[in-house]
Structure formats: structure tokens, C-alpha cells
């Protein structure tokens, strides 16, 4: 059964780090492109971030460029998401999810191309 697992979301103060982690099961990271996405209050559901996880390749939203990282260890099947400098308007709640893909990334995925989801930890992002 295919799953995957977020963890990592919760409070941080403005300004401040969080590293979100998914770990996935029921199938390898090599034959998938995982992405991550975030639902903030009121809006609707949005990409931030992706990677393959045959080689690596990563794709990233404008809007968090120079603040999010994503990277991958295909030996835990886990995929992370650094994010730095948070500001408040970043409070949502973060999905990471897969779609089967092997190669590079050449599609910033919308919601709907994507087949398995996570739960979703909630990033609140406040003082």
C-alpha cells in the first residue's frame, strides 16, 4: 500500500526555520517525482516544490526561491523540505505528494497531476 508521511510542521516564530520530512512506503523514491504543496487559510491548494527522485532533479515556485530546499535520501525513501526566513503570510497547511515519473523534472505539477497525498502537518507561522 502506497503511503506517505509528513512530519515536522508546527509553530515557529517569523524569521524563523523548519525542515518538514516525508516518508514514503509502499513504493522507491527512483520511480516517482515527489512535490511538495501547501493550502494556506481561504486559498486554494499550490505547489512550492518538487524533485525526482530518480536523479534528483528539482523545480521550485518563485515565490519561495532562496527560502525552500527540497532534497531527497532514496536509502530512507524520505523526502525534505528546508524552508528559512519564514514570514507569517507562509502559514499552511504542507502536503507532499507523488506521482510516478522516472527521469527529470521538466513539469511544475498542479494539484490534480499528482496520484498520492499525505495528511499534511500544519505550518503555523506566528509570534
Known amino acids: 500500500q502506497l503511503q506517505l508521511v509528513e512530519s515536522g510542521g508546527g509553530l515557529v516564530r517569523p524569521g524563523g526555520s523548519l525542515r518538514l520530512s516525508c516518508a514514503v512506503s509502499?513504493?522507491?523514491?527512483?520511480?516517482?517525482?515527489i512535490g511538495w504543496f501547501r493550502q494556506a487559510p481561504g486559498k486554494e491548494r499550490e505547489g512550492v516544490s518538487f524533485?525526482?527522485?530518480?536523479?534528483?532533479?528539482?523545480m521550485y515556485a518563485g515565490s519561495v526561491k532562496g527560502r525552500f530546499r527540497i532534497s531527497r535520501d532514496n536509502a530512507k525513501n524520505t523526502v525534505y523540505l528546508q524552508m528559512i526566513g519564514l514570514p507569517p503570510a507562509y502559514t499552511a497547511v504542507y502536503y507532499c505528494?507523488?506521482?510516478?515519473?522516472?527521469?527529470?523534472?521538466?513539469?511544475?505539477?498542479?494539484?490534480?497531476?499528482?496520484?498520492?497525498w499525505g495528511q499534511g502537518p500544519l505550518v503555523l507561522v506566528s509570534s
Open positions: 524533485i525526482s527522485g530518480s536523479d534528483g532533479s528539482t
Open positions: 509502499g513504493f522507491t523514491l527512483d520511480d516517482y517525482a
Open positions: 505528494a507523488a506521482v510516478e515519473r522516472r527521469g527529470p523534472l521538466n513539469i511544475f505539477y498542479a494539484p490534480c497531476g499528482m496520484a498520492y
